[in-house]
């Protein structure tokens, strides 16, 4: 079943919301049953990352479900995530933290947030994603919402916008995509009739076209990744999305605005009994592609190098959707993914500084790094980043792929020449990815309090914004203009 070459065992979540405790016990009854060992977790938003009482109050959920949950003894640091967790943001977050972490960073010691959007390589495997859900009438704003959050800023901080699906319409083919929406009309490319034997108040907005986002079927068209995982509609589906001649990747992006997707209900189901997951040690009908069927191992990643040089025309891009973490739904799969051949297999420095040494046999922590690509297309639409409604003008598709090939070289220069035949974090000498380890650059700061010891915000209502040294580095590291923290606090 498993092809040659090195793997990794990667976990996909669908809605985790909030339910950390459950969703790693269930992984350690998964390791301890099957006998292995999974490397990483991706998890498709509606995380809620909530440090304290005050951050309640920046999650747009109603009053009753304003809970806790786990997250925030990650935080703290009572516990370790046991396993690296990589999540997007979906439309249930505390949006202060997220928007702490615009660009991406450590939420915790271990968890690294993708940042609104982004793209980063775990050894070597290129993992592109986008936070949030799509709102037509936010799309093509700018990012203008300032705390204190009022009913509407409160939810259009989450809602995708323009300058974030064209920065990652220029990526050249990532090998697995995340979002928390589904890309519009790929229920057409599965089992569409199961899945309306399930939900079958969905067909209304199947009908009139309004159920997911256009944008991300634009993308999804575009990038044409491997692998496509979301969450959002609580449940799981499958679907093959076979490329065949269509629009370029700009039209993709200028696609026209459907009507706004549907909500789905955030609590049919009081989140607080996922705990019971963590007792649930039966077998679950779908909890690993090994186990369910479905098998995405005869698949090989083909972007090995660092930057890639051209589009990769793949021929279908698999779709997964998975549930939220509740007892006996499918809210876990497993996948058993090759990684490049070429990519580093030592340990290499995680959130909390340099891992022991070991060898690959024993499986050495997976090596968290930044795309290169990423980097340059960062740099080169920092110049569009609006902090008004008002979002300026883009350039035309053939000046940004011009920008972002004058920002490659920048990249090369500065980030990986620089550093090239240095030692990295675990005393050995860089290779392909030099100067470009995350937590070279990034390291995990409590900014805020955890429960108990949070003080009053405004008025005893939301916390007052504070500036997040990792933003600080990751704008200084690229030289970028930091938009994100509090002018007064940089």
């Known amino acids: 079943m498993y092809s040659s070459g090195a793997h990794g065992r990667i976990a996909v979540l669908g809605c985790c919301h909030g339910a950390l405790d459950a969703v790693y016990t269930h992984i350690h009854s998964l390791e301890t049953r099957h006998k292995y060992k999974i490397d990483l977790l991706l998890i498709c938003g509606d995380f809620q990352a909530v440090r304290n009482q005050s951050d309640l109050l920046c999650m747009a959920v109603p009053q009753k479900y304003r809970q806790l949950g786990d997250f925030w003894r990650y935080y703290t640091g009572e516990k370790t995530a046991p396993v690296l967790t990589i999540v997007i943001g979906g439309n249930h977050e505390a949006s202060n933290y997220f928007w702490e972490l615009y660009h991406g960073g450590w ?20 993992i592109a ?18 705390m204190p959050y009022d009913h509407g800023s409160m939810r259009s901080i989450y809602h995708i916008r323009e300058y974030n699906v064209r920065r990652l319409s220029l990526l050249t083919s990532p090998d697995v995509f995340l979002s928390h929406d589904w890309p519009c009309a790929i229920e057409q490319h599965g089992d569409l009739r199961g899945l309306l034997r399930r939900k079958p108040f969905f067909r209304g907005d199947i009908e009139s076209g309004r159920l997911g986002s256009p944008p991300l079927m634009g993308l999804l068209m575009t990038l044409r990744p491997e692998w496509w995982f979301a969450a959002h509609l609580h449940v799981k ?24 997707e549907i909500e789905i209900d955030f609590n049919d189901e009081d989140p607080s009994t996922a705990v019971a997951q963590a007792q649930d040690t039966a077998p679950h009908p779908s909890e690993t592609a090994v186990h369910s069927g479905t098998d995405f191992s005869d698949v090989t990643p083909t972007s090995q190098a660092p930057i890639p040089a051209q589009q990769i025309s793949r021929s279908e891009t698999r779709f997964l959707a998975l549930d939220k973490c509740l007892p006996r739904r499918d809210f876990l799969e497993v996948l058993d993914i090759p990684t490049p051949l070429d990519s580093p297999s030592h340990p290499s420095a995680t959130a909390s500084g ?3 040494t070991s060898s690959h046999a024993e499986n050495p922590s997976p090596r968290l790094t930044y795309d290169p690509e990423w980097l340059a297309i960062t740099r080169a639409f920092d110049e569009y980043f609006s902090r008004s409604q008002h979002q300026t003008p883009f350039p035309d598709e053939e000046t940004a792929k011009s920008k972002v090939m004058q920002e490659v070289d920048w990249v090369r220069k500065n980030l990986m020449q620089k550093h090239a035949g240095t030692e990295d974090a675990t005393g050995e000498v860089s290779g392909t990815t030099c100067g ?33 040294p990792q933003t600080v580095a990751f704008c200084k590291m690229l030289g970028i203009e930091d938009r994100i923290n509090p002018p007064h606090l940089v």
């Open 237 to 260: 589906f499958e679907g093959v999305f076979r490329h065949e001649s269509r629009a370029g990747p700009w039209e993709a992006t200028q696609k026209e605005a459907n009507p706004d």
């Open 129 to 146: 994603g986008a936070s949030g859900i799509y709102k037509s009438h936010d799309f093509r704003l700018g990012h203008h919402e300032r």
């Open 354 to 356: 340099p891992l022991s």
């Open 436 to 468: 470009l380890v995350i937590s070279e650059h990034q390291a995990f700061v409590r900014t805020a309090p955890g429960p108990g010891s949070e003080g009053q915000g405004r008025g005893g209502g939301q916390p007052t914004p504070c500036t997040n």
């Open 107 to 126: 939420l915790a010691p271990n968890i690294y947030f993708l940042g609104h959007a982004g793209c980063v390589q775990v050894n070597g495997l290129r």
